[in-house]
């Protein structure tokens, strides 16, 4: 069938430095301003598992320090795959020692996730 839906959500990490956090906080934006409904309602598909592919794109900093399960755990239905590429913010943040800061830095992550129906 295609793709059914294509939404975009924008995650931080104020302190920490931690791109993988960005990248699920994200991923939930993109999520929590969609519902899949019309998978059942109109496609008629029950079970959200087969026949349903998830695509995520995530923009961050430094990709090669995501962790992608981590990301994936974040997409409650179908079969889920995550790329990461070379994208988002670093930008100058506040250093705060007890919050458990390497340094001043913000991390932010931009995340595209498609739903892609697949008809056998």
């Known amino acids: 069938m295609g793709r059914y839906i294509i939404e975009f ?3 931080t990490d104020f302190h920490g430095q931690d791109v993988t956090k960005a990248a699920c ?3 939930k934006d993109a999520v929590s301003r969609s519902c899949l409904c019309g998978l059942d309602e109109i496609l008629g598909i029950s079970d959200l598992n087969e026949g349903v592919y998830v695509h995520v794109i ?3 900093p430094r990709p ?3 962790d992608i399960d981590r990301v994936a755990a974040q997409l409650p239905v179908g079969t889920v795959d995550v790329r990461v590429t070379e994208g988002g913010l670093h930008v100058p943040g506040l250093y ?4 458990g800061d390497a340094d001043d830095s913000i991390e ?3 995340a595209c996730v498609e739903v892609e129906i697949r008809k056998e």
């Open 96 to 99: 705060v020692p007890d919050f």
């Open 9 to 11: 959500g924008m995650g």
């Open 58 to 60: 995530c923009a961050v």
């Open 108 to 110: 932010a992550a931009l």
């Open 64 to 66: 090669a320090e995501v």
């Open 25 to 27: 906080k994200a991923v």
